[in-house]
Nanobody
């Protein structure tokens, strides 16, 4: 069983900022949160920002220069700082984590981000 604690979503005006956080854990499992994906209504779930297994970062082109992913290994938590938000950033944001031993992916319950005036 994998548990996620996601927070930080909400309603913000265009140009505003939000910070998402995701902590993941599993009983007797080595679970590491890796990044964030998002899904807008009627669209597929796409990468926003994530760490690779080698610790590098990948960003969607649409968020480069505006979003920053970071992590606190001691807390097993990954963060997404989102600045200069646009209406097109509106979506449900999902945290992705994986089991180091089985390489199985897990998903959080999602947090809604709405950018609107």
């Amino acid at each position: 069983q994998v548990q996620f604690v996601e927070s930080g979503g909400g309603l913000v005006q265009p140009g505003g900022s939000l910070r998402l956080s995701c902590a993941a854990s599993g009983n007797n499992l080595r679970i590491f949160p890796m990044g964030w994906y998002r899904q807008a209504p009627g669209k597929q779930r796409d990468l926003v920002a994530a760490f690779t297994t080698r610790g590098r970062t990948n960003y969607a082109d649409s968020v480069k220069g505006r979003f920053t992913i970071s992590r606190d290994n001691a807390k097993n938590t990954v963060y997404l700082q989102m600045n200069s938000l646009k209406a097109e950033d509106t979506a449900v944001y999902y945290c992705n984590a994986y089991d180091v031993d089985t390489l199985k992916d897990y998903w959080g319950q999602g947090t809604q981000v709405t950018v609107s005036s």
